[in-house]
Structure formats: structure tokens, C-alpha cells
């Protein structure tokens, strides 16, 4: 079975200074992905970072980078030059091929609410 | 495009009640799933297909049925509505493929049930 821990229910970050978001997972299965949803008010989800089990760089994507270590099992999310627009939720979450076959199914953490502070 | 859309938005029902949620996508995606979101709980996903006629549990499974009778829709229906059923529910939805890309799940904007 596949998990998601976030640890973090909530950070304070000051507008313009770098921030680290926290995940860690478990997974048996050899082949996996690891995403980073963005949760604000508005309530919508929006996909930020995906990083592959097998690449061999961490992903980044504008001020968003993932921060992949394989060995300890984390993926913690950095994002630099916070602005106030970035006060929203976010989610850490895992999807894992199983053995078996396909399996396409995302599992995610519990979130932590990230506040930028002006 | 239109992505995912979901109807209605917001519904409140009485215990006992029954509706039936609708999501749409036009990105000719394979995958479709249904999660609900409880505070601290991140979110759980209920079911899903995997295409068109076929649909499988996810984690919380009990209470709900689900159908995919067209490629581009997924129902999410509760049969008789129980308090413990409040929650906002997400439809999203994903390409099949594993062999290249992230294929993320797209998301639609959610729709908040009340049962009361």
C-alpha cells in the first residue's frame, strides 16, 4: 500500500523568501510519481510539479522545485520568491504502478496550509 | 476547452435523499475518478474507470455507485444520503499512457454537499 505523510499542518513564510514543504512516502512497488497539488480558497486543484521515480534530476518548474531525495523516501517541495499569492493548501501525492499491472490511482497527504506573510 | 466540469456546485440534501453528481471532460481522457474532501484528511478517493463501461472501488467506496456509460462522463450517485456523506467531492480525470509525461489528474472545481 502506498502512503503520503506531510507533516507540516501549517508554515509562515515572509513574501520574497524561500520555503520548503515537506513530504514523505512509502511505496514497495519500483515505479512511481510524485506530485505537487496547489490548493487555494477558491477551492480548485492545480497541478504544480510531477517528479518520476526513474528521473534522474529533481524537477522544477518556475519557482517551483521538487526536492527529490530516493533513498530517504522524500519529496519535499521548495518555493522560492514566496509571493502572497502563493497562501493556498497544497498536497503532496503519490501515484505507484503496482506489480499487477496499471494503476493510475493518486494517493495524497494531508496537506499543509502555507500563509505568506507581506 | 472546457476541462472538467462538474454539476451542481452545491447541494444540500436530507438524510435519506438521494442525487446524483455529474463530471464531464473533453480531453478525451481514458481515466476518470471520484474523491471526496474532508477536513485533515486530504483527499480519499472513492471510485474510478479506467474507460468507458468500467468502473472500480477506490478507498471509501460504501455508500456511493458509480457509472461511466460514456467516455467523457462519470456519475457519482448516493443512493440515500447519510450526514457522514457532507464533504466536497472532486471529479478528475487522466490519460492512460505510462510511458512518457506526468500525466497528472486534471481536477474539477469540486461541488460542496451538505446532508442534513
Known amino acids: 500500500a502506498q502512503k503520503i505523510t506531510q507533516t507540516q499542518p501549517g508554515m509562515f513564510v515572509q513574501e520574497k523568501e524561500a520555503v520548503t514543504l515537506d513530504c514523505t512516502y512509502d511505496?514497495?512497488?519500483?515505479?512511481?510519481?510524485l506530485f505537487w497539488y496547489k490548493q487555494p480558497s477558491s477551492g480548485e486543484m492545480i497541478f504544480l510539479i510531477y517528479?518520476?521515480?526513474?528521473?534522474?534530476q529533481n524537477a522544477t518548474e518556475g519557482r517551483y522545485s521538487l526536492n527529490f531525495q530516493k533513498a530517504r523516501k522524500s519529496a519535499n517541495l521548495v518555493i522560492s520568491a514566496s509571493q502572497l499569492g502563493d497562501s493556498a493548501m497544497y498536497f503532496c501525492a503519490m501515484r505507484a504502478q503496482n506489480s499487477g499491472g496499471s494503476n493510475y490511482k493518486l494517493t495524497f497527504g494531508k496537506g499543509t496550509l502555507l500563509t505568506v506573510n507581506p | 476547452n472546457a476541462g472538467v466540469t462538474q454539476t451542481p456546485k452545491f447541494r444540500v440534501l436530507k438524510t435519506g435523499q438521494s442525487m446524483t453528481l455529474l463530471c464531464a471532460q473533453d480531453m478525451n481522457h481514458e481515466y476518470m475518478y471520484w474523491y471526496r474532501q474532508d477536513p485533515g484528511m486530504g483527499l480519499r478517493l472513492i471510485h474510478y474507470s479506467v474507460g468507458e463501461g468500467t468502473t472500480a472501488k477506490g478507498e471509501v467506496p460504501d455508500g456511493y455507485n458509480v457509472s461511466r456509460l460514456k467516455k467523457q462522463n462519470f456519475l457519482l450517485g448516493l443512493e440515500s444520503a447519510a450526514p457522514s456523506q457532507t464533504s466536497v467531492y472532486f471529479c478528475?480525470?487522466?490519460?492512460?499512457?505510462?510511458?512518457?509525461?506526468?500525466?497528472?489528474?486534471?481536477f474539477g472545481p469540486g461541488t460542496r454537499l451538505t446532508v442534513t
Open positions: 517528479q518520476g521515480s526513474y528521473d534522474q
Open positions: 478528475a480525470s487522466s490519460y492512460s499512457a505510462w510511458a512518457s509525461g506526468s500525466y497528472e489528474q486534471y
Open positions: 511505496t514497495s512497488d519500483p515505479s512511481y510519481g
